[in-house]
């Protein structure tokens, strides 16, 4: 049986990732409406790997015999001002999501459920990739913002880059 405490940052953790995979829609929604298909893409991916951290937060607590609490989810921002302030906002919510697990792992920890602790091994591992690309991503934006043309080229690396990492999971996989 799952603490009370814990069954509660564990639904707030739900919540806080479905509200990532709205985020995340958002964000593509923008790049597709400023002609960045390739990031536009990029972020449509990111709402389905948000929905299958979800997911995997709601398997545990099932699997544990702890009732989920799906609440309401809070409006993604809109409209972005350009580009740059897309990708800020992203590597901000990953950045946020971070301090989130980290949160969770440290209350496990201190309430000593073990099997939470070792189910949040696999999100550690997974924000750890999920800064350096938002950050990497920022970073790139940040150094090319001011040039359309660069914005556009960087879109196509993205894109290339996106395609190697499929390949490269795929591959994993057979």
Not at 72 to 89: G, I
Not at 136 to 144: G, H, I, P, S
Request: hydrophobic content about 40%.
């Amino acid at each position: 049986m799952i603490k009370a405490n814990i069954l509660s940052a564990l639904n707030k953790q739900i919540q806080h990732e479905q509200s990532n995979a709205q985020a995340y829609r958002a964000v593509s929604i923008y790049f597709g409406r400023v002609n960045l298909h390739r990031l536009e893409a990029f972020m449509a991916e990111q709402v389905q790997d948000e929905q299958l951290h979800a997911e995997k937060l709601i398997k545990h607590v099932c699997d544990r015999g702890g009732a989920v609490g799906l609440g309401a989810m809070s409006a993604p921002w809109p409209n972005f001002e350009s580009p740059l302030e897309a990708v800020k906002f992203v590597r901000d919510l990953e950045r946020a999501s971070t301090e989130m697990i980290h949160g969770l792992y440290e209350l496990a920890r201190k309430e000593g459920d073990y099997a939470l602790e070792v189910r949040l091994h696999w999100f550690i591992t997974e924000q750890i990739e999920e800064e350096k690309w938002s950050s990497e991503l920022a970073a790139r934006m940040q150094q090319v913002h001011e040039h359309p043309e660069q914005v556009f080229m960087l879109d196509h690396q993205w894109g290339k880059w996106l395609e190697q990492t499929n390949a490269n999971v795929l591959g994993d996989r057979f």
